[in-house]
Structure formats: structure tokens, C-alpha cells
């Protein structure tokens, strides 16, 4: 029986599907109508009238069988979106095939010629024609480029959806047919577009679906072939065990984008050895020795190279390329956390300046300079600082990764200088929980 249900029925009486000639054969019968009596054009498929009273399969011509029209004729039911597209061409040749499996002599007659003619005719324009135009996927880059440049300044789950819905976007254009060329773009795009999702991720506290984003950032930029594109992403998913707490991690990833680097003026090429001298100043705190030091100063050395040889357009972009101000923030706090506090502090300084508006990233430099005042011996000034850089940012505005980092260098001041005045009432207050927030600017860190 034919899988006509109600909804598919409906449709067809609204106009918002069209019958296919098999399904329009049934329409036929069922009324008793020509097809142009339904609103279509004629004849039906079957070649015969509709309108003898009792006649269900319309195969009856002046009373007397038709000889085209016996058990050979066999109705396949076709999906309900199945309109066009080829339909009327497979029933041919399939009417055609069932007729020979039947014992009846078929020839290449004008129908079967027509069909052949018309699929191949459908597959070249498959072919040749795109659902993605060349100036849609340069609306699309410059979409993401655009969330580059507006990442300190908007809250990141608005951000976070906004990147997804672009792509979303761009997952369906790839679903369909592409030349090559355009493949690769959308590809390099969704590495970009998954990567920056990854990053709003790890501010948004969500280390898991942050590594996840990331795996596929790296899938797509795979396909691209694209070394400084694998680089990027491979340097930026280091973030998210540096920020966990496994500098070891972090160091492998980092060393595997610095590779994938490889000679090319990239920014990956100047953030690999910065990540990768963070990753070490954490094991040189915890109690690595001066060859870890040395190490992290050589890879701050080859970061500060790398970046020279950038372009103005990378050295300018927040997200997909690397700035000045995050090069003097990155080494400040590599610096401060390997005891250097003189030359850490003289950066941070430097790198404050740079950072003039962007309230988050300048509250990030003020702990680090309050953690070098802890270095050098001076608890009660530390302290000071620190809440000083939490006041400054309030309550509204406080997010996961200034949280942590506050927190802990206020336990580190309480292990180092026992219960100093206000330092309970400085913990109690990262501790308790932050009131509901709308806004949430995006950190650098």
C-alpha cells in the first residue's frame, strides 16, 4: 500500500509538497480524477484514464486489460520529501528493468534515452554548481575574524553563541558538495570557528567541552594541510592543561605545535615557546632546578624572535594571531612565577600600560605583581595588591580564571605568612559565590 498518511496529504493539498507520479497515479485513483482535475499536469504515469467508476489502478482501457499493465508493474514507495530531483527518470528505468526481469523484450527506446540523458545532465550540475559562493565564505571569514577582534570586549557566552550558530553554518555547507578549493576554506574555517569556541570555553570554566572543541578544531585544520593553521590550534589546546594544573601536558602540546611550526612566520610560532616556558616556570616552582629555569628563559628568548618576524596583521589579532601586549604579559608571568621578580615586575609594568581598558587582563598583571611582592618577602604588600586588583574589578565581573588565580596566591600568602590581617575576609570573599551575571568580559590569559 502506499505510505500516503495524513500529514503528507495535507501537504499536497496546501501546495507545499508535490506528488510524485508514482504517488500522483494513486491520487488519480483514489478521486477518480485527471491529474489536471489535482491541479498537475497530465497525462498520469500510467498512461490510462481514472475516470471509470471501480477502476483503482487505472489499467483497464475499454474494458479489456491493458497488456503494459500486469504483475511486471510494481509501485515503489518513495520517501515523502522525494519531489523531482530525478524521480520521474529512476521510474523509467526502473519500469524498464522489471520489464526485462519479467522475459519482455525491452529495446533503447526514447524514454530510457531521455532518462539516461537527464541523470547524467542532474550529476553534472551537481557537479559543477556549489551551495557556497566564493563571496559567502569571504562573508564567513570575515565573520570569524570579526570575533577575533571583538573577544576582550564581549561577554563570552554571547560570543560562545554567536560562534556557534556561524558554525553551525558552516557545518552544512559542508555536508554538500564543494570544489576543492572552497572544501579547504571551509575547512580552515571551522578549525577557526571550533578553536575560538574552545578558548571562550576554558573562560567559561568548561575544561571538558573545551578539550572537545579543540579535537575537532584539530580535525578540520588536518584537512586543510595548513601547518601554521595545525600549529595555532595544537599551541591553543595547551592552554587547557596549563590552566588545570599539568604543566607536563602542556609542554608536550606545545613542543608538538612548535614542530608543526616549523619554519613558518606564524603566530604559533612566537605562542608554542611562550606556553611552553609557563609549563616550565610551574615545574621549576615546584621544585625543578636551574635547568629548567634556563629552559623556560631560552624558550621566552626564541618567543621574542618568532614574534619579530610576524606579520602586522597577526602581531594586531587577539585570538588568531598574537599580540605585543600578550608577549609582555605571557613573559611577566613566566618570569614571576621563576622568582625573577625584578625583571617580571619591570614587564608587568609595561605590559599594564599596554593592557589600558581591558579591566580583566590588567587584574591578571596585578595579581602576578602582587605575587612577586610575595617573592621578595613582603606578604602584607602582596595582600594589599591583591585585593586591590579584586576591588577594582567587583563583584559583577569576577570570573573563573581570576578566581583561581586570586585564590591561589591568597593561600600562598597563608602558608608563607600565616593569618595576616583581612586575609580570612580576602578568602571567604573568592570563596563565596559570585552574584548571577549578565556581562562577563573575556581574559587573554
Not at 15 to 36: M, Q
Request: include cysteine.
Amino acid at each position: 500500500m502506499p505510505g500516503i498518511g495524513e500529514t503528507l496529504l495535507s501537504a499536497y493539498e496546501s501546495g507545499l509538497k508535490r506528488p510524485g507520479p508514482e504517488y500522483l497515479h494513486y491520487l488519480c485513483s483514489v478521486y477518480r480524477v485527471e491529474p489536471v482535475a489535482l491541479g498537475y499536469e497530465g497525462p498520469c504515469i500510467c498512461g490510462h484514464g481514472h475516470r471509470m467508476p471501480g477502476v483503482v489502478r487505472g489499467d483497464l482501457h475499454e474494458g479489456k486489460p491493458d497488456a503494459s499493465s500486469d504483475s511486471r508493474e510494481l509501485w515503489v514507495q518513495q520517501p515523502d520529501d522525494a519531489v523531482g530531483g530525478g524521480e520521474e527518470e529512476e521510474n523509467v528505468l526502473r519500469r524498464t528493468l522489471l520489464a526485462m526481469i519479467d522475459g519482455t523484450a525491452m529495446k533503447l527506446d526514447p524514454p530510457v534515452l531521455n532518462a539516461a540523458e537527464s541523470i547524467r545532465r542532474r550529476m553534472d550540475q551537481t557537479l559543477v554548481s556549489t551551495t557556497v559562493s566564493p563571496a559567502m565564505l569571504d562573508h564567513w571569514e570575515e565573520a570569524a575574524a570579526s570575533f577575533g577582534r571583538q573577544y576582550m570586549n564581549t561577554p563570552p557566552l554571547r560570543q560562545l553563541c554567536d560562534v556557534l550558530l556561524e558554525f553551525s553554518t558552516v557545518r552544512q555547507a559542508m555536508e554538500q558538495h564543494q570544489p576543492i578549493d572552497l572544501q579547504e576554506r571551509l575547512c580552515a574555517l571551522a578549525a577557526r570557528l571550533a578553536g575560538l569556541a574552545g578558548i571562550i570555553m576554558i573562560d567559561l570554566g568548561d575544561q571538558r567541552l573545551a578539550r572537545s572543541f579543540f579535537r575537532t578544531s584539530r580535525t578540520a585544520a588536518d584537512e586543510t594541510g595548513d601547518r601554521a593553521l595545525r600549529a595555532w590550534v595544537t599551541a591553543r589546546e595547551a592552554l587547557v592543561p596549563l590552566f588545570l594544573g599539568d604543566p607536563r601536558e602542556a609542554l608536550n602540546l606545545a613542543k608538538k605545535s612548535r614542530d608543526l611550526a616549523g619554519q613558518t612566520p606564524c603566530a604559533a610560532k612566537a605562542m608554542a615557546p611562550v606556553v611552553e616556558a609557563r609549563a616550565l616556570s610551574m615545574l621549576a616552582n615546584a621544585g625543578g632546578k636551574k635547568d629548567v629555569v634556563d629552559q623556560a628563559k631560552r624558550a621566552l628568548a626564541r618567543a621574542r624572535a618568532a614574534f619579530a618576524q610576524m606579520s602586522p596583521a597577526q602581531q594586531e589579532d587577539t585570538v588568531f594571531g598574537y599580540t605585543e601586549r600578550q608577549l609582555y604579559f605571557h613573559q611577566g608571568d613566566t618570569l614571576a612565577r621563576l622568582g625573577q621578580t625584578l625583571e617580571a615586575d619591570l614587564i608587568l609594568e609595561q605590559a599594564l600600560e599596554k593592557y589600558d581598558g581591558d579591566l580583566l587582563d590588567q587584574t591578571l598583571i596585578r595579581l602576578d605583581r602582587a605575587q612577586c611582592r610575595l617573592l621578595e618577602g613582603d606578604g602584607e604588600e602582596a595582600l594589599k595588591q591583591a585585593r586591590h586588583a579584586i576591588d577594582l574589578v567587583g563583584d559583577d565581573f569576577r570570573s573563573d580564571i581570576i578566581l583561581r588565580r586570586a585564590l591561589d596566591l591568597a593561600n600562598t600568602i597563608q602558608l608563607r605568612c600565616g593569618d595576616l590581617p583581612g586575609l580570612a575576609e580576602f578568602i571567604q570573599k573568592l570563596v563565596s559565590p559570585a552574584p548571577v551575571r549578565i556581562v562577563t568580559p573575556t581574559a587573554e590569559a
